[in-house]
């Protein structure tokens, strides 16, 4: 069966960030072992290194969800919506690498696992609405009424972060953020590092990406195909 | 609009028929407040936390009525009824959402004659910007619940679903009411920047879920 | 030769895999009436689901009535008899057709639900609770409230089920009367005998396709239930 050009672009993009990923990981991992270690916090500071770009993929997941939704409101094309809940999925994991390497770091350097840190909150938050996401794709029944309720919910879910973000905020959640307590600024050193991560995890991010979605779209094949059959087949016997 | 007031009148007329919405939510939330007493542990700052568990039974009780006012759209598939209107469907949502906020509304103030009686905290003073605020915080919670409930009524998971859908979203509400309402209860300051989150929440859930319900009845 | 009232070019409608209209083209003009007919699980219900406007299509064209293409003026001019009644148990007769009439913007909607409700031979049980009544009494007041805004446009599914007889030959003769008024039927029923004797057109749907029928003679029943048989197996 050989494949429409189209459906060639996704796996050769997922071989090509396969690449790129290999490269800027060994470069990432080299810039980490080589950071200066943090005078105060010590080695366990370079979990930062790690935390900060998850944090961004995170996030960016959870937008790329909002967009996708959005865009099969608007267009009724099942792509945008294998888009989403691809970009649900990785996003999901991304987070949870968040809510892991976060208390690895407070334990670290404040002895406590979890401390209700604002920024740390809003993202358990936002695990949460990542979880709800998925579970409210996989107890809906049928293509177009779970995409569309997804959709709804990945945008609502998307507009929560800021509101969730004040909110939390307002409650007293404190704010012993590594930025809040450094006044902001990257010791020396540190840029090169995390600007790597970030690089890293964007592609790891696509990477990821490109293989869920890939997956999904071979489901979707499959699944009209063994549909047809089981139509024609069935009729020839009536 | 004449869709939204047929709604609501429905809704409406149909509770009053049979009140159990109503009931039920009552005794839950009074129940709630009144396990909540017994739970909460004396001393360790309670009177700063008592506020807050009252918005606990507020949630579920709300939780509770978002559910039972689709349970009643599905008999007849009457919801794919309301579907046929040649209207905007917003104003559906409209329609069902004011419903839930009224019968919520009561039992807000049943449940919070409850609580003032079993934590002895006195609301008597404050009573309307009290209400003020109960009055925003329910509106927040069946504004963007209304939305979640006809979602999860057409779920496999039905009764589950809602609170899954609801409660990380309304973490604003939740705590904006809290602390709008810790505030005017125990320091009897007017909470500002708690009420102004409010508002906004509940203009930004109100607006999402009118558009969005639309898309929801879609099929 | 006017517009078509109903068209319908390519049309599809898909459930996740599963494809249960495919590659539909339909004409009725108006004041015509269109029987479809076919086995369970052809798609006959939700053909007329699609042309109500309550599902989308999944592809192809659907212009139905004479309004914008959106489907919100289309539900202006179609009312739709389906399976489900739409009626709310706790709501007497008379309630749930006032609300229907003021969901669809009718006015005086009391007045129109007591009309109603003495064309359907409803007015003894207006007042009694729909969650009461027997099979052919929800029938009846489930018609009732698909013509509650009086629309040009009628799609029935399988009306005649759970009538009596003469419930059946009323309704029939009822469905005939708005042909002569220059009013659109589309009627999905099993009853070959009454799709034979009211249809101007005649669909045949077979797992979500059109099948072709020879042309007809007449409004002979004994033909139709020929041809169909030949055509199902």
């Given amino acids: 069966m050989p494949l429409s050009p189209p459906d060639r672009v996704i796996p050769t993009l997922h071989r090509a960030t396969a690449i790129a990923l290999s490269a800027c990981a060994i470069a990432y991992g080299y810039l980490v072992v080589n950071a200066p270690v943090d005078s105060e916090q010590g080695v366990v500071q370079k979990i930062l290194y790690l935390h900060v770009p998850c944090a961004m993929a995170a996030y960016l997941g959870f937008l790329l969800t909002a967009i996708g939704g959005g865009l099969y409101l608007w267009k009724r094309e099942e792509r945008f919506d294998r888009f989403a809940a691809s970009a649900a999925e990785v996003g999901a994991f991304f987070c949870a690498l968040v809510l892991v390497t976060g208390p690895i770091w407070g334990k670290g350097t404040w002895g406590s696992w979890w401390s209700w840190d604002l920024r740390l909150t809003v993202t358990l938050l936002l695990f949460l609405v990542y979880l709800s996401y998925l579970l409210l794709r996989s107890f809906t029944e049928g293509g177009d009424r779970k995409a569309r309720f997804a959709a709804i919910y990945g945008i609502a879910g998307l507009l929560v972060i800021p509101l969730n973000y004040f909110a939390i905020d307002l409650a007293g959640g404190r704010s012993i953020h590594p930025e809040n307590l450094e006044g902001g600024s990257l010791g020396a050193g540190m840029a090169l590092p995390f600007a790597a991560g970030i690089l890293t995890a964007i592609v790891a991010f696509s990477h990821l990406l490109l293989g869920r979605i890939d997956i999904a779209r071979l489901r979707a094949q499959l699944a009209e195909r063994d549909a047809e059959r089981e139509m024609r087949g069935g009729g020839d016997c009536a | 609009m004449n869709v939204f007031l047929a709604v609501l009148w429905k809704d409406l007329l149909i509770e009053w028929r049979s009140r159990d919405r109503l009931v039920a939510m009552g005794i839950f939330a009074v129940l709630v407040v009144i396990v909540l007493y017994f739970a909460a542990a004396p001393g360790l700052g309670s009177e700063a936390r008592a506020p807050g568990l009252l918005w606990v039974a507020y949630l579920f009780a709300s939780v509770l009525g978002l559910n039972r006012a689709f349970a009643l759209e599905l008999e007849n598939e009457a919801l794919s009824g309301l579907a046929l209107a040649p209207a905007d469907r917003g104003w559906i949502f409209l329609g069902k959402a004011a419903a839930s906020l009224l019968l919520l509304l009561i039992v807000q103030a049943g449940a919070a004659l409850v609580f003032a009686l079993a934590f002895e905290v006195a609301i008597a003073p404050v009573a309307l910007p009290f209400a003020a605020i109960a009055f925003l915080g329910a509106l927040g919670l069946c504004a963007v619940g209304t939305l979640f409930a006809a979602i999860a009524v057409r779920t496999t998971f039905r009764e589950v679903m809602l609170p899954l859908l609801l409660l990380p979203l309304s973490v604003p509400v939740i705590l904006g009411s809290v602390r709008a309402t810790n505030a005017l209860l125990l320091d009897g300051s007017l909470p500002w920047a708690a009420t102004r989150l409010l508002l906004v929440t509940d203009a930004v859930f109100l607006i999402v879920s009118f558009v969005s319900f639309e898309y929801v009845l879609d099929d | ?233």
């Fill in chain 3, 1 to 233: 030769m006017s517009e078509p009232l109903i068209l319908a070019r390519g049309l599809e409608k898909r459930f996740g895999a599963v494809r249960a209209i495919r590659g539909l083209d339909l004409e009725v003009r108006a004041g015509s009436t269109l029987a479809v007919i076919g086995p369970n699980g052809a798609g006959k219900s939700t053909l007329l689901r699609l042309l109500s406007g309550l599902t989308r299509p999944s592809a192809g064209v659907l212009r139905v009535g004479r309004g914008g293409g959106d489907r919100r003026s289309r539900r202006r001019e179609v009312g739709l008899i389906a399976h489900s009644s739409f009626l709310y148990p706790a709501l007497t007769a008379r309630e749930n057709l006032i609300l229907a009439a003021r969901l669809h913007g009718v006015a005086n909607p009391a007045e129109r639900a007591d009309a109603l409700l003495e064309e359907q031979e409803l007015s003894q049980v207006a007042e009694r609770k729909a969650g009461g009544f027997s099979r052919g009494m929800s029938q009846r007041l489930s018609i009732a409230r698909g013509l509650v805004h009086d629309p040009e446009i009628l799609l029935l599914d399988e009306p005649f089920s759970g009538l009596d007889p003469r419930a059946t030959s009323r309704l029939a003769e009822r469905l005939g009367e708005r042909r002569t008024v220059q009013r659109t039927l589309v009627l999905a029923t099993h009853d070959l005998a009454r799709a034979a004797e009211l249809a101007d057109q005649i669909l045949l749907l077979v797992r979500g396709e059109s099948v072709a029928l020879p042309a007809r003679e007449g409004r002979d029943a004994a033909a139709l239930e020929r041809h169909y048989r030949e055509a199902v197996g």
